[in-house]
């Protein structure tokens, strides 16, 4: 179960505080792209998510998707915001991990996983101790199996609230999030 618990929760990826991720070692940063940069059913990205990257890449960060979406789509994304992408990523598997961290050339120590999905961003990398940082889905349109893995996700979440292990707000930020 502790493979499942994010080390950090944040609403938006624009919400993650850089300078406290330096402090922490980590200069490199793997990103999801559905639900988390880009919405499910969406072309564009958002000027601020592009902002964001901007300037953590100005910052020294290196940064990359790594994505179970179409490749086709993964690669137009990471042209747009010029970094490298891991597709077919099979996440929770550890590879697409592995290959990241090659890609980046960091150790997993010096690296954060950001994403929206429990059962693959942060179980894949809190599987090979990668700090990992859940976001609140950008939309709620979604494939029809990850809706479903949703309800066991938000069970989760509420399990890790009881035990104080998360804020409240993590919840009900995913539950009341608008459309
Ligand atoms: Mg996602």
Not at 137 to 149: A, D, I, N, Y
Request: glycine fraction near 6%; charged fraction near 30%.
């Amino acid at each position: 179960m502790k493979l499942l618990l994010p080390k950090q929760v944040c609403n938006r990826v624009t919400d993650i505080n850089l300078a406290k991720l330096r402090k922490l070692g980590i200069s490199g940063l793997m990103l999801d792209l559905d639900n988390t940069l880009v919405r499910y059913d969406s072309e564009e990205l958002d000027q601020e998510f592009k902002a964001w990257i901007a300037k953590a890449k100005s910052e020294g960060f290196r940064i990359c998707l790594v994505s179970n979406g179409r490749p086709k789509r993964v690669m137009r994304f990471a042209r747009l915001m010029e970094i490298p992408a891991v597709i077919r990523a099979y996440k929770p598997k550890r590879s697409p991990f592995f290959q990241a961290l090659k890609l980046l050339d960091k150790a997993a120590s010096q690296v954060a996983m950001i994403g929206d999905q429990l059962f693959t961003d942060v179980l894949g990398a809190n599987r090979i101790g990668i700090h990992t940082i859940l976001i609140t889905p950008l939309g709620k349109k979604e494939f029809s199996t990850t809706r479903m893995v949703r309800k066991l996700e938000q069970r989760m979440l509420k399990r890790f609230v009881k035990k104080g292990l998360l804020a409240d707000e993590v919840v009900n930020q995913r539950s009341g999030g608008e459309q």
